[in-house]
T-cell receptor
Framework: GQSLEQPSEVTAVEGAIVQINCTYQTSGFYGLSWYQQHDGGAPTFLSYNALDGLEETGRFSSFLSRSDSYGYLLLQELQMKDSASYFCAVFYNQGGKLIFGQGTELSVKP | GAVVSQHPSWVICKSGTSVKIECRSLDFQATTMFWYRQFPKQSLMLMATSNEGSKATYEQGVEKDKFLINHASLTLSTLTVTSAHPEDSSFYIC???????????FGPGTRLTVL
């Protein structure tokens, strides 16, 4: 089967660093993606890890450990506009489909 | 680049009617398009995968006769919700991938309300 687990909610203050974890149990895994979604909007691609290690894109970094079936998204220098839902998603090579986790709602406070 | 549009952005219809939603890749050729449904405060649930010129592959539990998908060209896929009922009210989102990358680019979504 397929399952991804993320914390449902995270709260942090402006300027802080926050880490959103994602654990998965799945077969056919090819890579792990992260998406941001603001209320009423479409998901926006943030990062993708196919190999173990850290991928850095500006204030956002993503990490993957395939042996631990675990990844995380790291957001640095938090801004109010970062308040949104964040989804990890497993990418399957067969068919190229994405299966999303339940999402983590991040609230950034002043 | 990699822009995906959806039309309409929202639609309200009466129970029993059919609604068609279009998904277009504007600046790339999408060999594969995906359709998702998202209920409030929930995750995106993959409904089906469509490849240009082929029949769509539906996820388990998704009624293919109710959610008709057509992917007639490399830039257009349509989802038709047939005989819509209030429980079909949801946010429908498409994504497209193609070219040199497998990254999926998402459309802005279509909010369907069935009265």
């Amino acid at each position: 089967g397929q399952s991804l687990e993320q914390p449902s909610e995270v709260t942090a203050v402006e300027g802080a660093i926050v880490q959103i974890n994602c654990t998965y149990q799945t077969s056919g895994f090819y890579g792990l993606s992260w998406y941001q979604q603001h209320d009423g909007g479409a998901p926006t691609f943030l990062s993708y890890n196919a190999l173990d290690g850290l991928e850095e894109t500006g204030r956002f970094s993503s990490f993957l450990s395939r042996s631990d079936s675990y990844g995380y998204l790291l957001l640095q220098e938090l801004q109010m506009k970062d308040s949104a839902s964040y989804f990890c998603a497993v990418f399957y090579n067969q068919g190229g489909k994405l299966i999303f986790g339940q999402g983590t709602e991040l609230s950034v406070k002043p | 680049g990699a822009v995906v549009s959806q039309h309409p952005s929202w639609v309200i219809c009466k129970s029993g009617t059919s609604v068609k939603i279009e998904c277009r890749s504007l600046d790339f050729q999408a060999t594969t398009m995906f359709w998702y449904r998202q209920f409030p405060k929930q995750s995106l649930m993959l409904m089906a995968t469509s490849n240009e010129g082929s029949k769509a592959t539906y996820e388990q539990g998704v009624e293919k006769d109710k959610f008709l998908i057509n992917h007639a060209s490399l830039t257009l896929s349509t989802l038709t919700v047939t005989s819509a009922h209030p429980e079909d009210s949801s946010f429908y989102i498409c994504s497209a991938s193609g070219g040199s990358t497998d990254t999926q680019y998402f459309g802005p979504g279509t909010r369907l309300t069935v009265l």
